[in-house]
């Protein structure tokens, strides 16, 4: 359902046509949370089944940790590249064309004959596919909610994120151990083709879906087809709220990326748990980011549907947030109590997953809904690079300190002051709604999808 002149405004709350819509949205919601918890399955494999892999393709660990790498390949790059995409190809399109592209990469895995050259090739094609995920996704569900409607689904989303290891982590072990390592591909491949058909049958375009950009030699092109950036994307790249929304999203990904890699080994060399225990709290960690994203997500609903109610701003709210996680991160580091270490990952280092919420609603506050999709995929290649300079950084400086437990404490502390600074940033700079102001970017109207109060 695309609205032909962009930003529409659907009928008033409590009338059937609102309620058709509000079904509608977080219909789309939760096809979208299951298009990232797949996301994020086709992710874990290479780790759960590394044993396995490396033994019957006989790699070495550098062999191995090449095909690793090799994900990342074209992982940024695909999602600002495909970002631009998104003013000329409807988002429903782009989300089934990735998703019929990660089936494309991991069900050649099954065919026996597939060694290590199937295997990096086919990691470097599900990078290109799945960077372009979270910001597409996103810009596709701003479609169906207003401004102030847009932080609870936003975190929905994201909780496919940071819930997606808790939830195919111990689905695909059983896979592995019932059917071998091959199927553990094969089977988020085949996952991956049922959301495709849903996504088919089902997924439409938002009342505050952007119009598409016709080119100018296209035959009866109009003025609204034609339609040019409202704002130069030098003015938004380099507003202080996309600067910091982005900083702080990298800040994020770093210790996500980094507790996702690293944790386990942490938990078994320094804490002495062991690699089971280690796996449970990973997957504790995980449960507990998903909790908090929920849980602010639901704090801004209920704060936008009271109008009474004074909004913390954006940037305040988490800024102190960050600042907070920020202290728990070194103090993590620095406490010795197991106990403590992991009440710390389950509990306030979870509050650094926030800013992933608020940086990409702060965003496509400041954007016109046609420049929405780049906006967003700039952010993604931005944080994204977090996602390989983490565990490599992280790796790096546990082997170069003197001891395993003195690595991870600097790398700890530095996740530490990463978090602290994009914290305080948040708080001095991170002002959507100033920037919006300045950059003559109306508020995207309420669709009528909050219930009446």
């Given at each position: 359902?695309?609205?032909g ?11 059937e046509?609102a ?20 996301n994020f ?7 759960l089944?590394?044993?396995?892999i ?6 070495t ?23 631009f995409?998104?003013?000329?190809v409807?988002t429903?399109?782009l ?8 089936s ?8 026996g ?24 996704a ?12 847009r932080t609870l689904?936003t975190?929905?989303?994201m909780?496919?994120?940071a819930?997606?290891?808790?939830v ?6 059983v896979?592995i151990?019932?059917w071998g ?7 988020v491949?085949l996952?991956?083709l049922v ?7 089902r997924?439409?375009?938002g009342?505050?879906a952007?119009?598409l ?8 092109t109009?003025?609204?087809d034609?339609i ?13 709220t996309?600067?910091t929304?982005a900083?702080?999203a990298?800040?994020?990904?770093w ?19 062991s ?16 909790v ?19 909004r ?43 800013i ?5 609603t702060?965003?496509?506050r400041i954007?016109?809904a ?5 906006a ?7 944080y ?5 300079l ?11 300190a003197?001891?395993v ?8 502390l ?11 940033l ?5 002002r ?10 109306p ?11």
């Open positions: 359902m695309s609205a002149a962009g930003e529409a405004t659907a009928p008033a709350a409590g009338t046509g309620r058709r819509l509000r079904r509608s949205a977080w219909g789309t919601t939760w096809l979208l949370l299951t298009f990232m918890l797949v399955a086709d992710k874990t494999v290479m780790g089944a590394a044993d396995p490396r033994a019957e393709l006989g790699l660990r550098g062999e191995f940790g090449t095909a690793q790498a090799a994900f990342f390949a074209l992982f940024s790059l695909a999602a600002l590249g495909v970002s995409l998104t003013r000329r409807r429903t399109v989300l089934l064309g990735m998703a019929l592209l990660w494309a990469a991991q069900l050649p895995m099954l065919l004959a597939a060694g290590f050259g199937t295997l990096l090739a086919t990691r470097v094609l599900l990078g290109a596919a799945e960077g372009p995920a979270a910001p597409v996103v810009h596709h569900l701003h479609g169906w909610f207003g401004q102030r409607e689904p975190a929905v989303l909780v496919g994120a819930g997606g290891v808790a195919s982590a111990p689905l695909l072990t896979v151990d019932v390592w091959r199927w553990a591909f094969g089977s491949g996952v991956g959301w495709a058909m849903c996504w088919y049958a997924g439409e375009e009342p505050l952007p119009p950009v016709r080119r100018s030699s296209d035959a009866g109009s003025g609204a034609a040019a950036p409202s704002v130069p994307y030098r003015r938004l790249l380099l507003s202080g996309w600067l929304a900083f702080g990298f800040a994020a990904y210790l996500l990326s980094a507790g996702l890699t690293w944790a386990p080994d942490y938990l078994h060399e320094v804490s002495g748990l690699l089971k225990q280690s796996g449970a709290v990973v997957t504790a960690t995980a449960v507990g980011n998903a908090v994203l929920l849980a602010h997500g639901l704090l801004a609903r209920r704060a936008s549907s009271k109008e009474t109610v004074p913390l701003p954006a940037g305040l709210g988490g800024g102190l947030v960050m600042c907070v996680a920020a202290v728990s991160i070194a103090a993590f580091a620095e406490v010795d109590v197991v106990g403590v270490k992991i009440a710390l990952m389950v509990g306030p280092m979870a509050l650094t997953n926030v992933l919420t608020v940086s990409q702060a965003v496509a954007t016109p046609g420049q929405r999709g780049v967003l995929g700039a952010l993604a290649f931005v994204a690079l977090a996602g390989v983490s565990p490599l950084v992280t790796g790096r400086m546990v082997d170069a003197a001891s437990p003195a690595g991870y404490h600097s790398a700890y530095l996740m530490a002051g990463l978090v602290a600074v994009a914290g305080v948040a708080v001095c700079f991170l959507p709604e100033k920037d919006a102001l300045r950059l003559e970017v508020e995207a109207p309420a669709v009528g999808l909050l219930p009446a109060h």
